[in-house]
């Protein structure tokens, strides 16, 4: 039996999800996607799927559901996933078919999501409402926190440490046995060769905090 789904987001990110699963169904029949819950919407339709409500209504609902969330800020991730207490909500780990997960020691935890052309090799923690955004790298002994996002083509190299909600930019760059503190913001093409303290915006090549929040 097909399991209901809904993504939490409503917008370019969250088509992309419903992309990404119909490419799951095709894999395997898994889920019954039945539209999308959004606070910022006043309409009932995005791009002829249906907008189900806010996330209050999530906890209102009486019969099983999966979630995934369609949406890239840290913070605002794990504020939305604070608010929800409904038993007969999952969060299902979504894999693109076409993503290289490694089967030694590779554990990822629940809600979070591997896009199309992920790469992830062995020894590696991905904790939750992880996501690994278009053609993202995680080499090997890596352990990622909860509440991060990663958008497209991120590398990040071995033996790296990223703190819970930190955001990186497309295309940087993440060297080996390095940490970035929680809630760090890393930007679009910055190399990473230090460690990163956290609450800080990290820019460049090399990256260097520019400010700290």
Known sequence: MKKKIAIIGAGGFGRELKGLIDDVNKEKDTYDFIGFFDD???????????VLG????????????????GIGDP?????IIEKINNSFVEFPVLIH?????????????EGSVV????VITCNVIIERFV????????????TIKSFCS??????ISGEVL?????????????????????????GAGAVVSKSLPENCTAVGVPAKPIKFH
Not at 54 to 69: A, F, K, Q, S, T
Not at 97 to 109: E, H
């Open 40 to 50: 910022t919407k006043v309409e009932n339709s995005f791009y002829g799927f249906p």
């Open 54 to 69: 806010g996330v209050d209504e999530i906890n209102h609902i009486e019969e099983p559901i999966c979630l995934v969330l």
């Open 75 to 79: 913070e605002v991730k794990k504020k």
């Open 97 to 109: 078919p076409s993503a290289q997960v490694g089967g030694d020691a590779v554990l990822i935890n």
């Open 115 to 118: 896009t199309a052309g992920c």
């Open 131 to 142: 996501t690994l955004n278009l053609m993202c790298t995680v080499g090997h002994d890596t």
């Open 150 to 155: 990663f958008m497209p083509s991120v590398n």
């Open 162 to 186: 990223i703190s819970e909600n930190v955001y990186v930019g497309t295309g940087a760059k993440i060297i080996n046995q390095l940490e970035i503190g929680k809630n760090t913001i890393v």
